[in-house]
Nanobody, 123 residues
Framework: QLQLVESGGGLVQAGGSLRLSCVAS????????MGWFRQAPGKAREFVAV????????YFADSVKGRFTISRDSAKNTVHLQMNSLQPEDTAVYYC????????????????WGQGTQVTVSS
């Protein structure tokens, strides 16, 4: 089993930045791709970004390309999502997820999920 705990959410004005972190514990010796998803009120959960176990491969949703970056520190079992130029439409609960396999963008492929952290962007 793998446990994921997110942190770093909060309230920020449009144009601002936030850095989300996700710490994994438990069965961390297995290689996991790590992803971020988000869910706004009344909307389906959507893919944001994913990074491979090696950190060499990343994918981003079109809506965040050029604004968000994803990185990982495998020694600390941590993945980060740096979010810049935030807009009100980025408001959502952000979830960290882990997948025992290659980096993918489909939520149903991820085996483990965190509880989420709220990000609110005011206009």
């Amino acid at each position: 089993q793998l446990q994921l705990v997110e942190s770093g959410g909060g309230l920020v004005q449009a144009g601002g930045s936030l850095r989300l972190s996700c710490v994994a514990s438990g069965r961390t010796r297995t290689g996991y791709a790590m992803g971020w998803f988000r869910q706004a009120p009344g909307k389906a959960r959507e893919f944001v970004a994913v990074i491979s176990w090696s950190g060499l491969t990343t994918y981003f949703a079109d809506s965040v390309k050029g604004r968000f970056t994803i990185s990982r520190d495998s020694a600390k079992n941590t993945v980060h999502l740096q979010m810049n130029s935030l807009q009100p439409e980025d408001t959502a609960v952000y979830y960290c997820a882990a997948d025992e396999g290659p980096p993918v963008m489909e939520a149903h492929r991820f085996d483990y999920w965190g509880q989420g952290t709220q990000v609110t962007v005011s206009s």
